[in-house]
């Protein structure tokens, strides 16, 4: 999985929780998903309806009413559900998964393996904003999964991320070689 896949896969907030709760065998109807990820009905639909348009999900052919169709995992959203399982595992707490649940959090915690400066942040994750990327890293330092160092190695210091704690193991979840 890339990085642009990953920043549009996490675009929406309820995205990993559901792939992760197929992956984990929950039935693949829109009552058990809703149950298990304790998401208002619209985010989830929402969040449905991306999973379909990316192909991770598919309707499940002669499974389900029409109106209330069964989903399963495609080949790819097998592979994306593993990932997500791994993410939702790393991050236990409902309270903390909130985060996870942002839009950036997860991509910028992919590629802050090693110190990384905000400009190469925001050059790995491409569509992002300097405000965006700002509030990420604000909050996910505020959360204690990101370490940011000033280093003096050159003239001028400038500022460096790094993932730590819950954060490393959500980069180690996600398993890009960025």
Do not use: C
């Not at 929402?46 to 309707?59: F, G, R, T």
């Not at 593993?82 to 915690?109: Q, T």
């Amino acid at each position: 999985m890339d990085i642009n896949f990953l920043v549009k896969l996490t675009s929406r907030a309820w995205s990993l929780k559901i792939l992760s709760v197929l992956h984990s065998g929950v039935a693949g109807r829109q009552a058990p998903l809703i149950a298990a990820t304790n998401a208002s009905r619209t985010a989830f639909v929402s969040s449905l309806n991306h999973l379909l348009q990316l192909e991770l999900l598919e309707k499940n052919p002669g499974h389900g009413h029409p109106l209330r169709p069964e989903f399963r995992l495609t080949r790819s959203g097998v592979v994306a559900a593993e990932m997500a399982s791994r993410i939702v595992n790393a991050v236990p707490d409902e309270e903390d998964f909130a985060i996870v649940r942002r839009s950036w959090a997860v991509p910028v915690l992919a590629v802050t393996r090693s110190p990384e400066r905000f400009s190469i942040i925001k050059s790995a994750l491409g569509p992002i904003t300097d405000r965006a990327l700002s509030q990420s890293l604000e909050t996910l330092e505020k959360q204690d999964w990101l370490n940011r160092a000033i280093s003096f190695s050159s003239r001028k210091p400038f500022p460096t991320y790094q993932a730590v704690n819950a954060g490393l193991q959500i980069n180690l979840a996600v398993g890009l070689s960025v």
